[in-house]
């Protein structure tokens, strides 16, 4: 027996004092009786008795907790590192070079990038796109590798908004009722390719993201209605095997959780900029979007623009309208 010593006749059970079957800790604190019972039993048979006091458990009172400490990444002090970088690259080239670069870069017109506040790290070798919340705060980076599609964000970044900070929501009139409508796309290059067409766009960092800031964008800007472009992607597959498309999906649960009247524009190609790529028009984007119905909001919202039934035209009943029918004379037998 380990850390316990057997009795004997020169030293009995100081319980049942018999000196076989029964067990002393070498301490001498606890007693392992065969014969006398206790509260205290044992798994293996008899019981434990107590010869000493067992020292009292001491509680060691904790401290408060510490405090919370502050994010180390300043998101707006980066971006604005990035943006500095962006307008005096060295080299001697400046900020036309870089808007230039990054124009011929990703296809799009460099003034339509420009209204992104866009940025460059050479440390990353990507270009810098900030992420807003719906108050216009830079709460993250984005970062889009140059030459390549390659896209990560920067380490403590949260997911954010892409767009112009001076944006301006459209104004429209649909079955007699004006309101103010924004078009919510996904990524930035798809932004911009929507500001190249006029539209008043909204860029997600993701397909499932944004829908909170988008909230509040929209109450910033008394937006009642939304037009929301989901990318056209291939179907992928679940573990279970059923099919899913990740652009389409992400559209409703967005205007499921956004609470505003909405509809869902789904384009031929990919996405939006390979939409514009391809010869895309504001009034053709127009006039798609017209053809999709406007759908009432899950999370509340108003519905401002319920589809109008076709009216039938009514006719005044004056005396030179009413249509009068000739009286028949009665027939007389002369």
Known sequence: MNGWRRVSRREPCPICEHADWCGVSDDGAVCHCMRVESANPCPSGGWFHFLKERP???????????????????????????RAEFESPGGGKDIFDSLIEVANDLNLCAADIDRLLVGRSAFHGAWAFPMLDGGGKCVGIRLREYGGSGKWSVGGSRDGLFYDPELMPRE?????????????????????????????????SACATGADALKELCARLLVSRVTIVSDNDEYKFRPDGTPWKPGAEGAQALARRM??????????????????????????????????????????GPVLFPPSAPKTPTIPHTQSSVIKRPTRRPHTHE
């Not at 609470?259 to 798609?288: N, Q, S």
Request: hydrophobic fraction near 35%; charge should be positive.
């Open 172 to 204: 429209a009139e649909y079955n007699g009722m004006k309101g103010h409508e924004l078009v919510v796309v996904e990524g930035a290059t798809d932004c911009i390719a929507g500001y190249a067409l006029g539209l008043p766009c909204v860029g997600r």
């Open 259 to 300: 609470g505003r009247t909405y509809r869902i524009v789904t384009p031929p190609k990919k996405d939006l900029r390979e939409w514009y790529y391809a010869g895309l028009t504001a009034e053709t984007f127009w006039m798609v979007a017209d053809l999709q119905p406007w759908r009432r909001a899950q999370g509340g």
């Open 56 to 82: 009292k458990r001491v509680e060691v009172r904790r401290g408060p907790k510490p405090p919370v400490r502050p994010r180390m990444f300043n998101a707006e002090l980066t971006m604005a590192g990035f």
